[in-house]
């Protein structure tokens, strides 16, 4: 479709990075050291370079749906607009979150974790709905988006605010995946590869063992889950999933707890454990990756 022919009200995005923008320059405004400056300095021109992609994939995104003969109403436009916060309800935000910090590095903390853990999550997830004409392309913003996020919380340089975020990402993780979510085994080093069906059928039955791991009074398998960037330090030693796993198996065997599709879920442990263990016996690691 020509896109000169196509009338499509204008979506109101001016706003869309606001609170991004706002971080970054009350973090510059508080800085106490060369050091600190440069690294928030360093942040902006990242932001610059993170700008110009959005606006590409935003242009490409809009264009390719109108391709698909997907035109939005002036109604609903207006609809669209209408849910986005007011300038004003934006600004009190900033008040309310960066203002009031007391370093510029405290300013960075609370962005991030108000963006880079639910929200970015929620967008990696939902990757897989994009419309295959769109979809590489949003995947490579999505990989901007990421790398973005891991400069902004590596400036802040406290290990500890790292494991915090990833842990408010795996929460958020298991917030918004569904069952429909393969959910693989890594190990580290590599091992057994499990194939699709079976981290499928993981995926569909994945909270019922969750919910089962806890009543036991064992970490549940979403503690383990772990992210492409972490590498070979995600995750745990494999031997501790390996308990979780065991302690499943055996509490479904007993027949105490009643769970749907027994024997496959059953074979899916047999499976986890097989390759835990083998993992195990050479001292290696082991995490869940979730399938996006």
Known sequence: MNAALVDESPIDTSLEYYMEERALAIALAMVRTPEEQAKIEHLASLRDA???????????????????????????????????????????????????QGTSEDVLRAHARTHFASGLVSKRLSLALMPDGIAE???????????FARAWIDAIGDLSFVNEM?????????????????????????SDVMNDETAAALGKVWNKLDALSQSLGVQPLSAFIAFDEEGETAGA?????????????????????????????LEILASLSATLAKAAGSGGRACFDVDV
Do not use: C
């Not at 949003?138 to 790398?147: F, G, P, T, V």
């Not at 795996?170 to 918004?176: D, K, L, S, T, W």
């Open 50 to 100: 993170l700008m110009e992609h959005r606006q590409a994939h935003s242009k490409e995104a809009t264009a390719k749906r109108h391709a698909r003969g997907e035109i939005y109403s002036k109604a609903r436009v207006a609809a669209i607009n209408a849910l986005a916060p007011s300038r004003e309800e934006m600004d009190s935000n900033v008040k309310g979150l960066y203002l009031e």
């Open 137 to 147: 392309s949003a995947r490579e913003m999505q990989e901007h988006e990421e790398s």
């Open 166 to 190: 990833r842990e408010l990402q795996r929460e958020a993780v298991m917030m918004f995946r569904t069952a429909s979510r393969p959910m693989y085994l890594v190990t580290y080093p590599e």
């Open 237 to 265: 030693a494999a031997s501790e999933i390996l308990t979780t796993v065991r302690a499943l198996i055996a509490a479904i065997e007993s027949g105490a707890h009643k769970i749907a599709s027994k024997k496959q879920v």
